[in-house]
């Protein structure tokens, strides 16, 4: 682990309640959007960095150096995180998020040298804590020649399961959902750009997105889960289908969770607990 010089700063946010329910209209959601305490993850929808132009990078994503570390590999993803929830942000209500790095990790990968960072956040409201988070980003080295092809449309097979959600992705629903976490990651709008310089066949579908429909997916059948753990597997890509799959452990009332794609293999697992 390499040495870091502390990290740390602070966004205020008046929990608005138009994000939220422009996302609940943007997924398709029955019934009422939320109108009081945010769903598990919504709080992604927040606290939203916005760097000055100058800071952003030609991938979109604000440049190294400005508040995370300098990092030479110059593709990133968000490949997973811990999230505790000890209360629900309420909407209309002033709050805190505190963000500071934790750790940057140089590993080796098959493609050469990776580092891996990871961010803690930590969210209040009237001076109480609501949610501790811990999120993983992967930096790798450009890619030197594309990714896999396009899925063929087909639908593999997947395993049984109690719980499940099928969503459909398109490249309205991704530029929404880049719009409402103010992403400028250009490889979930810009085609060109996801296939000419960072080698995938289409757009790739957010990770944050996934992971988010996941955590709806689990607390739907058990409001009282509260900590959410989850790790991405492989890209999904704009138009498949995200076919999300969930069992509940019923020594425990723990639910694993793994989203799948049009393949069959899985494009992320996660674990919801109370």
Known sequence: MSSLPERR??????LDPWPAAALWASLGMDGPAPALGLPLL?????????????QQGA???????????????????????????????????EGVMEESVLSCQEKQGSTGGMTLL?????????????????RDFMYLPARGEPAEPAHSGELAPVPDSRLALDVDTDPVLLFKF?????????????????RDVEGYPEPVVHGPLTALLLAMLATDANPGISSFSFRARAPLYCGDRLRL????????????????RPDGRAAMTAEANE
């Not at 700063?9 to 008046?14: D, P």
């Not at 956040?121 to 988070?133: N, W």
């Not at 719009?179 to 709008?189: D, E, K």
């Open 9 to 14: 700063r602070e966004f205020s946010s008046r």
């Open 42 to 54: 919504w709080h992604w929808l927040y606290f939203l960095d916005t760097p000055d132009r100058e």
């Open 59 to 93: 991938d979109g994503h604000p440049r190294p150096g400005s508040f995370f570390p300098d990092i030479e590999q110059p593709r990133r993803m968000f490949v997973g995180g811990r999230c505790r929830l000890h209360r629900h942000l309420q909407l209309g209500v």
């Open 118 to 134: 990871t961010v803690g956040y930590r969210y209040r409201q009237r001076g109480a804590l609501c949610i501790e988070e811990e």
């Open 178 to 194: 880049s719009a409402l976490t103010f992403n400028g990651h250009r490889i979930h709008y810009d085609g060109d750009y996801a």
């Open 245 to 260: 799959r969930g069992n509940i452990d019923n020594g425990d009332n723990g639910i694993s969770l793994t989203a799948y």
